[in-house]
């Protein structure tokens, strides 16, 4: 499988491989965002996730994949960094204000400096159509969350607090992605990447909740752990799914693509959740659509 993907690399076929990727993440971060949803709170949900995928990652890391070269560990203590902020920053603002303010909010702001990190980072540059796309594509969103802003009646008193800590969670969006696809393409086998970045990830959250988590009634625990685990699978697929389309293809353009989530995540309160959506809201949620698919189609 490393072999099949080392040899799409730059390629055509690699760059379709891309989209279909980027794509998919997008479904499945919106069902990954459904998920943080529930009772719990923000905190305990991403302890509970970080846990499972951490412990489903040891021994793929420990005993299957190539371990690590040594210039690979300076760039995993930057991945266990800049996730550790993203993830602090994203419970600040789910906790303080609505999921359906504050998500769009943080999609809205990381393409755009995906799209900047990629030109310096990796010399991508997008043409003028390109800009365009991006801009309709953001447009689009925080067009949502304005229009969720009108509409949201809880916790009004911290949502400025809660739209301040989105904008930074999305820049921390950008920045991971960026450095992720640094350290992917960095990696001589990806899946070794893969392996030890979920392990490494999933240690902080689980050992910085751990005395919330201690307190917890047996029960509790149990239904937490479920989530947890079905969040794991889906983080695989999603965070993992996206780290090879930049290996793939082109970092701006996975960026863009998977922030599409924003439209999935309103079908899934629509479909799922009965949240009705309005001719406001489908048209915004086509311009995001429209947006992404400038981008790909002026390339």
Known sequence: MSDWLRAMEGTPEGQLWAYALALAAAVLHAVFGALQKGRHDPWLSRAAIDASYGLIAAPFALFVVPWPQPHMWPIFAGVFFI???????QAMAYSRGAYTVVYPVVRGTAPLFAVLGAGVVFGEHFNAAQWLGVAVLVCGIYGLALY???TVTASRETLIAA???AVATGA???LYTTYDAYGIRAAEDPFTFLAWFFLIDGMFFPLFMWRRLSR???AEVAGLMRRGMVGALVAYASFG???LATRLGSVGQAAVLRETSTVFSALIGWLMLGERSGPRRVFLMSMIALGAAIVQ???
Request: aromatic share 12%.
């Open 83 to 89: 996730h550790v902020g993203y993830k602090l920053l």
């Open 148 to 150: 969720n802003l009108r």
């Open 163 to 165: 739209l301040g800590f």
């Open 172 to 174: 921390f969006v950008a």
């Open 216 to 218: 917890l009634e047996r």
């Open 241 to 243: 799914g996206i780290m």
């Open 297 to 299: 189609l002026a390339a």
